[in-house]
């Protein structure tokens, strides 16, 4: 065997997404590439799984170093069916998800379906980056993206000794390549989004609504945060942790529980 | 007006659950209810949202004190619509998700459609409890889960000076009500789940899997984890943080980025 890489990828928007082809780009200069992705867009699933229905597994494309699934599932489900199906004798190095069509920064991160993949090769004890381009546009310039996202990918293939579970957060500004001004490791912002609902009625005259919204930015000036870095021509990297226990409530809780 | 709380609910099994019916009997011991809830089983959907389909809004019951809707969208699809377009004019005192088919304890509460509706609530700086009985059954025995389910709304909704963003992640063993040995405030257990995928031939000669998994604890003899707790007869409260940054592994990546 050749000392390369083996990389698995995955995203949310699906196997026949330009952002998809983006990251076998960034993965196959470090060696062999696997993939399982979504037959259909998954965006804002999160880290769901399939339980109510079965899963259909097909491969897609095969060539030198690139074997490609589909699934009929949610990000989730394709490392699951990666690494305890597919590949569990692989040894695999990294894993990438996306490049994703959309910012997954801040709060993004919860809902994500590139994340949530991300999240879930964590549990698998494999270095993982969910990588973003703040652009949602189906033929978006992923130039920027391939160039940080390939140095990032370097970073951590080249640093074994990293802690786990790793997952980095990666997001890549929608700015021309040259005009970015390079990475910047940041926290979460706080914030939210406040939805808005469109209404709309049916041929059948029933009501129904469309779930639309818009991140409002509780700390826009604190360059610590991921969306700064954004705002400021910066890729963001945010390290991603999972356990979501919230150890500065313990005290207080403890004294009414 | 008087001065009985507001409590919202949903869950992730929908309001036809005998889960949900005993949310109600926690909830309405404090006040007014309302609710939105799936209108079709929505488990393991984490926070995912809706994006590629409109959402029919359907009110099931009403009547004093409790008025419930159903939405054919996710658990958190179910938050939004109600904090940002049906009860947007509403002070709610308290969010409760539940009550959960199923333990939703340790990484459960990353696939948990239960908790990923809770999370969303803390988003909209309000109180949330998710709760889950450790038992899968469509005809499980929620005596427990009720009592205890109402020790910790009657902690919450007496103490307003909690932190916030609160989001509390409870647990109850699915053991007869009295031999609960009462309420431990824990962390999330370190463990995952290692999937096996069952493989079934179609009518049409089509391969297909059903995903399957079991947890693996990775402490299980951590007497300060959620798994613990149950495992010895506890109702575990684990409180739940939004910000998902890694801040501990900071200095490590800024050598390398």
Chains 1, 2 share one sequence.
Not at 124 to 135: A, F, Q, V
Not at 160 to 181: F, G, M, T, Y
Request: with cysteine.
């Amino acid at each position: 065997m050749s000392n390369k890489k083996l990389i698995f990828l995955t995203n949310d928007d699906s196997y026949r997404s330009k952002g998809f082809a983006a990251a076998i780009e960034v993965a196959r200069q470090f060696g062999r590439v696997i993939a399982i992705a979504p037959d259909a867009p998954q965006s804002g699933m999160s880290q769901a799984i399939t339980i109510y229905n079965p899963l259909y597994l097909r491969n897609v494309r095969e060539e030198e170093d690139v074997l490609v699934y589909s699934l009929n599932g949610t990000p989730v489900d394709c490392v699951k069916m990666a690494f305890d199906h597919l590949f569990k004798d692989e040894k695999v190095d990294l894993v990438i998800s996306g490049i994703n069509h959309g910012s997954n920064a801040a709060v993004n991160v919860l809902y994500s379906g590139t994340m949530g993949a991300a999240i879930e090769a964590a549990f698998y004890n494999i270095p993982s980056i969910g990588l973003s381009l703040t652009d949602h546009d189906l033929d978006a310039d992923f130039e920027g993206a391939v160039k940080y996202g390939t140095q990032v990918v370097k970073a951590v293939l080249d640093n074994e000794s990293l802690p786990r579970p790793l997952c980095l957060n990666v997001n890549v500004p929608d700015i021309p390549c040259d005009e970015i001004k390079g990475i910047r490791l940041s926290r979460q912002t706080r914030g939210y989004w406040r939805e808005e609902f469109y209404k709309r009625t049916d041929p059948h005259g029933r009501e129904y609504f469309w779930l639309t919204g818009a991140f409002s930015n509780a700390e826009p000036n604190a360059e610590e945060t991921d969306e700064w870095a954004l705002a400021n021509g910066y890729v963001a990297v945010v390290p991603v942790q999972v356990d979501m226990t919230a150890y500065n409530q313990m005290e207080q809780l403890r004294t009414i529980l």
